[in-house]
């Protein structure tokens, strides 16, 4: 019997978390496409690679059930791999750093614009809610003009429960969505 | 949690309207910009250098979601002052009420001038919310300041403080705030339609709209692009763009997708080029999603 997979996007501005998320659920290791970050962002501490391509995890269900997560490159000059890898997924994660207000209105940018590929259900994952100076899941609605009937779900994304619980409530939105078209 | 921020990032009409939308209690405090040698990297993977707090500005009070009060770091607030600028005083009753009523409280004082019929209560309370309304116009007009929202924290209690519905002040700051700013970023698409929020008739209680923004309200259909909405009202784009971008940060109204129309492009900032829509996945049946659902729980 062929092996069927299926395919999920997780999607966010620069260093909000793709990566680690991925990291966090993923069976296998990340196969990651970074490339280093020049060595004076590096010094001033902001994250020292940077997701090129894309980054790839994979949940094995059965012997003919395979989910993959994609995660795209959050900088906007390799926003040339957004539509490849949006391209059949069954539905997308937005990722928000919940403490960089500086990155919302990329979010939001990054949002519209994957709602645009394919109408798919997605989730917005308030991501680092450890984090001292996090914005709440409620405010960051606000924020993001996020409509009430979509989740807006907070996250840490180095947590694994955290990032199960995310993937669980889109797969959730997922059977909604498909209830409803019945 | 906290609200920082700089509203380089998140204007101070969206903080207004997160304030105003989730009810919230407190301070937000407006600090001068101060370029630092940390370099931060914004959403898009930009780099910039990071703007640190100064000296306070401005502080802008509310309570359950009401502007209360504001004040300006550099102008003198007192009460006396207010009045006078107002027109209740002149410059000579205020110096000496200044002068004489430094140790009492606005609230002490208020009362005082009330008795003496110098002004009434109803002076009192036009002339704060007057001085605290033109405050936030002021400050929504700036651009770059970092901002911090401090739940909880109010006025001292000797303090006169005024309710004032946001709605009306978002409006009406939105619409002199944009005399300086592309419309264009924040409505890229007239080819959207408008719709009321639920409850509208709550929504549109108090407001005061213009007769072009009560024009433009009349044809308020999801079935409308705000396209054929400027036509019908004989409007620039940009008049448009100015009228139903003030009624969106008000909450008066919601931007949908007209019937027939495909999924909307963006134009994200920044981006040139245009995103192709990609066909839907493939047929999924709903057991795959369930087996989904059990491996994830399992793992």
């Known amino acids: 019997m062929p092996i069927q997979t299926v395919k999920m996007v997780v999607t966010g501005p620069f260093s909000a978390g793709k990566t680690e998320f991925i990291r966090s659920i993923s069976e296998i290791d990340v196969v990651t496409t970074d490339e280093t970050i020049s060595p004076e962002a590096a010094e001033y501490g902001v994250k020292e690679q940077t997701t090129v391509a894309m980054d790839f995890g994979r949940i094995t269900v059965d012997d003919d059930l395979v989910l993959y997560l994609f995660g795209t490159p959050g900088q906007r000059r390799f926003d040339f791999m957004w539509e490849i890898l949006a391209e059949g997924m069954l539905g997308f994660v937005v990722m928000v750093d919940s403490a960089k207000p500086e990155t919302f209105r990329e979010a939001k940018s990054i949002l519209e614009t994957f709602r645009a590929y394919a109408p798919t259900p997605y989730v917005v994952a308030a991501n680092k809610q450890d984090h001292p100076e996090a914005w709440s899941p409620e405010d960051l609605r606000i924020a993001l003009r996020i409509e009430d009937h979509i989740k807006l779900l907070p996250c840490v994304a180095t947590e694994r429960e955290s990032v199960k619980n995310v993937l669980l409530e889109l797969l959730y939105s997922i059977l909604d969505e498909m209830d409803a078209g019945q | ?299």
Request: proline share 7%; aromatic share 4%; charged share 25%.
């Open chain 2, 1 to 299: 949690m906290a609200l920082k921020g700089n509203l380089a990032d998140f204007s101070t009409t969206q903080i207004l309207n997160l304030i105003h939308l989730a009810r919230k209690t407190g301070t937000l405090r407006l600090f001068e910009p101060v370029v630092s040698d940390e370099i931060i990297t914004d959403g898009a993977g930009n780099k910039r250098r990071r703007i640190v707090p100064g000296e306070e500005r401005a502080s802008i009070a509310f309570r359950d979601g009401k502007l209360i009060l504001a004040a300006m770091g550099d102008q003198d607030g007192h009460l006396a002052n207010v009045l006078h600028k107002a027109g209740k005083l002149n410059a000579e009753q205020a110096r000496i009420i200044r002068e004489r009523g430094a140790k009492y409280s606005d609230k002490a004082l208020a009362l005082m001038l009330i008795n003496a019929n110098y002004v009434t209560q109803a002076d009192v309370v036009r002339s704060i919310k007057q001085h605290t309304i033109d405050i936030v116009y002021d400050v929504m007009t700036w651009e770059r300041e970092p901002f911090v929202f401090e739940e909880n924290l109010t006025p001292p209690p000797d303090r006169i403080t005024v309710p004032i519905d946001l709605k009306n002040v978002i409006i009406e700051g939105t619409r002199r705030a944009q005399e300086i700013k592309p419309l264009e970023e924040e409505l890229p698409n007239l080819d959207m339609a408008l719709k009321f929020p639920e409850s509208p008739g709550e929504k549109f209680r108090g407001i005061h709209l213009s007769v072009d923004e009560w024009r433009v309200v009349s044809y308020i259909n999801p079935k409308n692009s705000i396209r054929q909405i400027a036509k019908a009202c004989n409007m620039t784009d940009t008049e448009i763009r100015r009228i139903v971008y003030a009624l969106l940060q008000a909450g008066l109204v919601q931007l949908v997708r007209p019937p027939g129309m495909q999924a909307p492009v963006p134009a994200p900032a920044g981006a040139a080029r245009r995103p192709v829509v990609v066909p839907p996945s493939q047929a999924i049946e709903r057991s795959v999603v369930e087996r989904l659902i059990q491996r994830i729980k399992e793992s």
